[in-house]
């Protein structure tokens, strides 16, 4: 289970009107348990208004670069999002988790691939990540991106992404999609059947994509993934994350849901926590009822920060995003999401 450790802001650039990207200085000894790999995020905790908030950011630099650092896009009504984007400074202290996730990229320089990525808005974040490593440690492979956005004043790294295009112009292709602006070059609408039909089978048809990765509102990841599944591509080859859930609709109370009490024990830093909660509640938030220091951020489904593995008992899931059926098979739940279904049940955060 990661811990939080105290880092200072080292440089905070401003990416977008609505978004900066922001590094932290790592001390010599934590470098070890600061090193990455593409693709991965780190958990972010501070106290604001007299809350703690945890969020979690995915990290945009390349693992060889020596360098943690997220890119926060203020949100609506966010707590931390408007922080990190009006408030924090340099030499500003946050707590930071080590970094974790299982949306990856693993350099191979040995085998050559065509890497295909889709984003959208701050999706991009993990994806600049994957393909910065591809790029610097697979001499060979190649890589192409579609990336929407509404304007190219709303695109997140975009002076970034014209620069290594530049420096790798063999290598790279950027397909930009922007909803608001006709631009030359680019596809005026938002990620859809149609792009991902123009941009696999029409402009890049001769490309045998090796891995694709997709990162944005859940939306666009099904579409996606869903014409590429109409092109027969292995969901294998297929790997995603999510920056934004659908709305969760709410629990129908009916016979498979349910409404007793479950004595409940929770394994967590090796310390074991036995109570009684409501089958209402999810597991996490029954822990954290208990000031149980249970790992979580997004609370919404769509992290990887809370699982844990039930070693007796069972509990149904409101929503799975992340979790694979061989995954659940040996026992493994997304807290957030998890409610018992019997009378006893044992929870283990150790044992992933």
Do not use: W
């Not at 967590?268 to 979580?296: G, H, N, R």
């Amino acid at each position: 289970m990661s811990h939080f450790h105290k880092l200072t802001v080292k440089n905070i650039h401003r990416e977008t009107d609505k978004a900066v990207s922001i590094s932290f200085n790592v001390p010599a000894d934590l470098k070890e348990a600061f090193s990455f790999k593409a693709g991965q995020y780190i958990t972010l905790k501070t106290t604001i208004e007299g809350h703690e908030v945890r969020r979690d950011y995915s990290l945009c630099s390349s693992p060889k670069s020596n360098e943690l650092k997220v890119a926060v896009k203020e949100v609506e009504d966010g707590t931390f999002s408007a922080y990190a984007n009006n408030k924090l400074q340099i030499g500003d202290t946050l707590e930071v988790a080590s970094p974790k996730g299982r949306f990856v990229f693993t350099p191979n320089d040995k085998i050559t691939k065509n890497i295909a990525a889709f984003a959208a808005g701050s999706g991009i974040t993990p994806v600049l990540s994957i393909i910065k490593c591809a790029l610097e440690e697979e001499v060979n492979s190649k890589v192409i991106l579609v990336y929407g956005n509404k304007t190219t004043k709303d695109t997140m790294f975009l002076n970034e992404l014209l620069e290594l295009q530049h420096t790798y112009k063999d290598r790279f292709s950027i397909q930009f999609v922007f909803s608001q602006a006709d631009e030359e070059d680019s596809i005026f609408g938002r990620i859809e059947k149609s792009t991902v039909n123009y941009v696999m089978k029409n402009k890049h048809k001769n490309v045998e994509v090796d891995a694709f990765y997709l990162c944005g509102p859940e939306a666009m990841i099904h579409t996606v993934k869903d014409v590429l599944s109409e092109h027969e591509i292995p969901n294998d080859r297929v790997h995603f994350e999510l920056f934004k859930a659908a709305k969760q609709e709410a629990i129908e109370e009916d016979s498979n849901v349910a409404s007793g009490s479950t004595e409940i024990t929770i394994t967590v830093d090796d310390e074991d926590f036995t109570f009684t909660m409501s089958q209402k509640q999810s597991i996490l938030e029954a822990a954290l009822d208990e000031d149980i220091d249970a790992p979580y951020s997004c609370q919404g489904g769509i992290c990887s920060s809370c699982i844990a593995r039930i070693k007796e008992g069972e509990a149904t899931m409101r929503q799975n995003n992340i979790l694979t059926e061989s995954e659940l098979a040996e026992g493994l739940v997304l807290t957030c999401q998890a409610q018992p279904t019997t009378s006893k049940i044992v929870i283990d955060y150790d044992d992933v």
